[in-house]
C-alpha cells in the first residue's frame, strides 16, 4: 500500500519549496524558472501545478515562510534571549538554504514587483516579545520604547547582514553583531544588565 | 557651429546616465532593457555603444557613481554634521532618482550577479572622517572607534532605508531614523555633546 494522498502531498509541496529555495538562493529570482525548481524537486508539471501556478507564487510562498524556516532554541531569558537570537540567525543565514533564500527574496523582492513587509513586521513582533520580556527582568533603561526598539533593531540587522554579504559572504557577519550591539546597549539596557550580558568573543569568522 | 566633439559626449553620456537610473529605478535590473533606455535618453544605438556595451555596465555605472549623485552642505560639523547627512540622505532617497536608482542597485546586486561592497565602503570613508571631526571636538565617547561605529552605522542605515521603503515607500524613514539616532547616541556621544544635538522634532512624513 502507498502512502496516504494527502501525506504525499505535503511531501511533494515540501520537496518543491526546498527546491525552490535553493534555486532562488543560487539565480536570484530573475534567474530561476519553473522548470529548474520541477527538475530539482525531481516533481511532474502536474505534481508543480498542483500546488504552484507561478514563479511569483513561489517565490512569496518563501518569503511568508521565513519564520518557519529558522529553528532557534536557547536556555537564555530577555535581553540575553534577543542578543543569543541575533547570532543564532546569522549562523542560519550561513547554513539554511530555505532561510537565506527567503531572507535574499525580503530584499530583492523589488524585482519581483513585490512591496510587502511581513517577513520585517515578524521579526519586529518575535524581537518585540523578546523586549517586552527584558522590561520585565528590569534590563531596559526607563526611556526605552520596546516597539520602537524593535523596528530600530530589525532595520539595523537587515542592514549589517546585507552589508556583511557583499562585503565577505557574511563570514564576518558576528563580528559585525559584537559592533552593532556594542553601540547599542549602552541606550537600551541598564548598566547592571549590561555587566552581565555575554556577547561572543573571539568571534569566529564563518566560512564564505 | 555646433558644440565641440567632447563636451558633446559628455552630455550623452550624462543623459544616458540619467535614463537608466530612471529606468532601473522603476524596472529594477531584470525589468530594464538597453532599448528602453536608449529611448528614454533619446540616443542612438551609436551613442549608446559608443559609451556602455551592456547593461551590466550601465548598471556598474550608475552603481559605481552613487556619491557623486548626492550634493550636500551644511554649516554644522562633527557628529551633527552626520546627523543631518543622514536624513538630508533621507531626502535624496525620496527626490533623486540617480542616488534611488544608484542605492536600488547596491542592494538588489546580487540579481546582477555582482558582489561589489565599494559603494557601502565609501559611505564607512565619509562617515569616519566625519566620526574623526567628532572626535578632534571632543564630542565622542572614549570607548568609541570611529571605523568600527562608521561600519555599524552604515550598516544600520542601509537596512533602516530598506525596511522604510517596503514599509511605506521611505515616507516614514525620517522617523525611524530619529529612533535609530536615540538608541546609538548613548553608546557614541559624551552627554554634554548629547545635550546639544539636534535631531528633527515633529518630523515630517515625506510624501511616499
Redesign the interface.
Known amino acids: 500500500m502507498g502512502e496516504p494522498k494527502q501525506e504525499r502531498a505535503v511531501k511533494t509541496r515540501e520537496a518543491i519549496l526546498h527546491a525552490a529555495a535553493q534555486i532562488f538562493d543560487e539565480c ?4 530561476a524558472s519553473i522548470s529548474k525548481i520541477m527538475a530539482r524537486a525531481n516533481v511532474t508539471q502536474g505534481g508543480m501545478y498542483f500546488h504552484f501556478k507561478s514563479k511569483k507564487g513561489l517565490a512569496q510562498a518563501v518569503l511568508a515562510h521565513q519564520q518557519d524556516f529558522v529553528h532557534f532554541s536557547t536556555e537564555s531569558a530577555g535581553l540575553q534571549k534577543l542578543i543569543d537570537l541575533s547570532f543564532g540567525l546569522a549562523y542560519e543565514l550561513q547554513s539554511n538554504v530555505l532561510f537565506r533564500a527567503s531572507v ?1 527574496l ?6 519581483f514587483g513585490l ?3 511581513t517577513a ?1 513586521q515578524e521579526w519586529v513582533n518575535e524581537f518585540y516579545g523578546l523586549l517586552c520580556e527584558a522590561r520585565g527582568r528590569g534590563e531596559l533603561l526607563p526611556e ?1 520604547d520596546e516597539r ?2 524593535a ?2 533593531l ?14 565577505s ?1 557574511r563570514a564576518d557577519l558576528p563580528e ?1 553583531l559584537v ?2 550591539w ?7 539596557a541598564t548598566p547592571q544588565a549590561r555587566a552581565r550580558f555575554r556577547l561572543p568573543t573571539n568571534v569566529q569568522r564563518l566560512a564564505a
Open positions: 536570484g529570482y530573475s534567474g535574499r525580503a530584499v530583492e523582492q523589488g524585482e512591496r510587502d513587509d520585517y526605552v520602537e526598539f523596528n530600530v530589525v532595520g539595523a540587522y537587515s542592514g549589517t547582514q546585507i552589508f556583511s554579504n557583499v562585503s559572504g559585525r559592533s552593532m556594542r553601540y547599542f546597549l549602552p541606550g537600551v
